[in-house]
């Protein structure tokens, strides 16, 4: 359910899930971008992010 719910997110925003998986109590979502920098190139940016409770 989270990792459908980061999906949805990521496409409304431009961007794609590119990973999303359970480790213990977090949720780890890795998305993906395409820019372009300068005309021409095309790169992809890479953003992952940790969802849990806070740690001590």
Avoid: K, W
């Avoid at 409304?12 to 005309?39: E, F, M, S, Y």
Wanted: hydrophobic share 45%.
């Amino acid at each position: 359910m989270a990792c459908a719910a980061a999906a949805e997110i990521a496409r409304a925003n431009g961007a794609r899930l590119a990973g999303c998986h359970l480790d213990g109590l977090d949720v780890l979502v890795t998305v993906q971008v395409p820019v372009t920098p300068l005309p021409g190139f095309r790169r992809t940016a890479t953003a992952t992010s940790r969802a849990g409770p806070i740690r001590d």
